[in-house]
Nanobody
Framework: VQLQAFGGGLVQAGGFLRLSCAAS????????MGWFRQAPGKEREFVTA????????YYADSVKGRFTISRDNAKNTVYLQMNSLKPEDTAVYYC??????????????????WGQGTQVTVSS
């Protein structure tokens, strides 16, 4: 079971990036999927999550209105569209999955599967 996040990079403030998280080894079509991030010197924090169907999403206040999470279960992939990026969005971004059929959570300890992280750097 593997989650692989990619799509990070260096972008100027006000720009955009799209992260992808591809799952392999099993299907995650029944799992809540989430994105977390960890900035230098800070603890990892919740960013957003999406339910199994994609019909419900939840965002941290800091990214609400700028970031959009989506999923394509046929491709076993979750996406994070990040618009109007700010320097404070600079972090390593991780995708994660809860165990099958588990409900919502913003707590990282509730997520059972983790990707390796992808670096997002926003310059001012």
């Amino acid at each position: 079971v593997q989650l692989q996040a990619f799509g990070g990079g260096l972008v100027q403030a006000g720009g955009f990036l799209r992260l992808s998280c591809a799952a392999s080894g099993r299907t995650f079509s029944r799992n809540v999927m989430g994105w977390f991030r960890q900035a230098p010197g800070k603890e990892r924090e919740f960013v957003t999550a999406i339910n199994w169907s994609g019909g419900s999403t939840y965002y941290a206040d800091s990214v609400k209105g700028r970031f959009t999470i989506s999923r394509d279960n046929a491709k076993n992939t979750v996406y994070l569209q990040m618009n109007s990026l700010k320097p404070e969005d600079t972090a390593v971004y991780y995708c994660a999955a809860r165990r099958s059929s588990a409900g919502w959570s913003t707590a990282e300890y509730d997520y059972d599967y983790w990707g390796q992280g992808t670096q997002v750097t926003v310059s001012s």
